[in-house]
């Protein structure tokens, strides 16, 4: 019998519906291998066993009694912990939160989730406040790299992303500000969907800066990701930011094809400040695809003022805590707040127009083009602990850089799909966005999928033992 | 004319004239990374400024009343 830790999360709901395998069996399986192994990983900041065990031997009981079950049914999934769990303080990856009393209620999206019958483990650590590119915690120690412990996830999700790639979860929730989904997607090779922002509902997840923050899944396969935004979706009044658009199904999509897009490689500002394993992933990626060449005007300034709005708007959010309690913060969050909090009001005025701008750009570029690609991050997963790397002949700062490819498009709201990427020049893997127009995540998804059915994109659970 | 580089004395009166109207102590221990960070958004700020923004030029959060 495979081992269902092994299993795609489609795979899983398809086994439990036709009865082959119990929900039951399945969480228990997922909850033997956090147990014997996140010790080395840290991706887990608490484990809900006996409300995983209940909800799993409810599918099981209802499928006894000849009830129909949902998309999702018996897949085990996790959450970063910014997302609130009923029962659990909601912490964001930070010491202050402990103080909160617990959460309520579930978030919209695990209600979703659990409407459709998947079943959750738990809360996943994360960079504090998600104010982080790295996976690192001053309060709850890193999260490592399932396929090298001695490295980083990527964050600020990167709980997230370990969890999916040691076999903790076939999927996982992270959130995506600037880059933190398809950051540690990057690193620990797996799918990462940042679906458009204003797609799905915010509420019930502590924010970092509203206008930017974005929720979505990380998962082992195209198929996957799909299977669990399709269950996501719906409007939702309590996120002011959720649109009340009609959300088709991504599922049919992902073995659509790429038929008839028009395809272009992002060039100029995405061709510089990256390592062998960045451009010889795009351009395998960009090869196989037939893609054409684009350079997309203004990325510079696109990412610097995404830069400062983050840090401003952070810094307000957080100024009555970082006068009441600094001491508790994580030092690497603590002084970029702070700073945040100090900008002159005329630099947040022109990142604002700045985004308006370049957002007509970009979707002028999708009058030629259905699809961008550009290197998700500059580099594999970088060692822990280090605060600088080098990018081409600089030594840079790692938390700020890491999301140097991510932060662009993430500034404008647009629908991306990190794919893992495996190379040449590194054991480790290295993500490639598939950008699309805004609400065109099904396009992402088709070239998602036909880049897996193609073997060029593939995840992987990492062997730990 | 602005300058590209914000020197360290500079972000040090930012700190000193700023913090004390929002009434956030900054530990002497934080003050150099407080620096450091003014340092990259000017930086990053210069580089936005790039960008040649005409008067109609409006900003991306519609306000919907």
Redesign the interface.
């Known amino acids: 019998m495979t081992d269902p830790t092994s299993l795609a999360a489609t795979t899983i709901a398809e086994r439990v519906r036709s009865g082959a395998i119990t929900a039951r069996s399945v969480a228990e399986a997922h909850i033997a291998r956090i147990q014997n192994l996140d010790g080395k990983v840290g991706a887990f900041t608490a484990v809900t066993r006996a409300r995983a065990l209940a909800e799993a031997d409810a599918v099981d009981a209802r499928r006894r009694a000849g009830a129909p079950l949902g998309a999702l049914a018996g897949v085990p999934y996790a959450v970063k912990n910014l997302f609130d769990v009923e029962g659990l303080p909601t912490l964001a990856g930070s010491k202050i939160n402990r103080d909160h009393p617990p959460a309520s209620r579930d978030a919209f999206l695990i209600r979703k989730l659990k409407a459709a019958d998947a079943v959750l483990l738990g809360a996943l650590n994360m960079g504090e406040y998600a104010y982080d590119f790295t996976g690192e915690n001053a309060h709850d120690g890193p999260s490592r790299n399932p396929h090298d412990l001695s490295r980083m996830t990527g964050g600020s999700s990167g709980g997230s992303g370990a969890a999916a790639a040691a076999g903790f979860a076939p999927v996982t929730l992270g959130s995506d500000t600037n880059g933190s989904i398809r950051v540690p997607a990057s690193l620990c090779g797996l799918f990462g969907l940042k679906p458009t922002y204003g797609r799905l509902s915010k509420a019930g997840s502590f924010p970092f800066v509203g206008t930017l923050d974005h929720l979505g899944p990380l998962a082992r396969s195209t198929a996957d990701c799909a299977a669990v935004y399709d269950a996501m979706r719906g409007h939702d009044p309590e996120d002011p930011a959720c649109r009340d658009l009609p959300a088709e199904p991504l599922m049919p999509h992902v073995n659509a094809g790429i038929g008839g897009l028009r395809i272009a490689r992002a060039t100029g500002y995405f061709d510089r400040m990256q390592t062998q394993a960045a451009t010889e992933a795009v351009r395998t990626v960009a090869k196989v695809l037939g893609a054409a060449e684009t350079e997309i005007p203004h990325v510079n300034e696109a990412r610097a003022a995404a830069f400062l709005i983050t840090m401003a708007e952070g810094g307000h959010l957080h100024l009555e805590r970082l006068k009441a309690r600094a001491a508790d913060f994580d030092p690497d969050t603590r002084t970029r707040l702070m700073a945040g909090a100090l900008l002159p009001a005329s630099m947040i005025a022109m990142a604002q127009r700045i985004r308006r701008k370049y957002r007509e750009a970009v979707l002028k570029l999708f009058d030629s083009v259905d699809v961008i690609l550009a290197p998700a991050t500059p580099t594999v997963a970088p060692p822990l602990g280090s605060k600088t790397f080098a990018l081409d002949g600089q030594q840079v700062p790692v938390r700020a850089n890491l999301g140097l490819f991510t932060q662009p498009f993430s500034f404008i709201g647009l629908p991306v799909m990190a794919v893992p990427v495996w190379t040449s020049a590194s054991s480790l893997p290295i993500g490639v966005q598939v950008i699309a127009p805004p609400w065109r995540e099904d396009i992402a998804i088709r070239v998602a999928g036909h880049l897996e059915s193609a073997g060029i994109a593939s995840a992987k659970v990492a062997a730990l033992a | 004319m602005a300058p590209k580089e914000l020197a360290a004395a500079d972000a040090e009166k ?2 000193d004239a ?2 004390p109207i ?6 002497p221990d ?1 003050r150099p ?2 620096v ?3 340092q ?2 000017l930086r ?2 210069r ?5 040649d ?1 005409a008067d109609h ?5 519609v306000f919907e009343a």
């Open positions: 930012i700190i700023v913090a929002l009434g956030l102590d900054i530990a934080d990374g407080v450091l960070n003014l990259i958004a990053l700020a580089l936005a400024e790039g960008m923004l030029d409006e900003a991306a959060p």
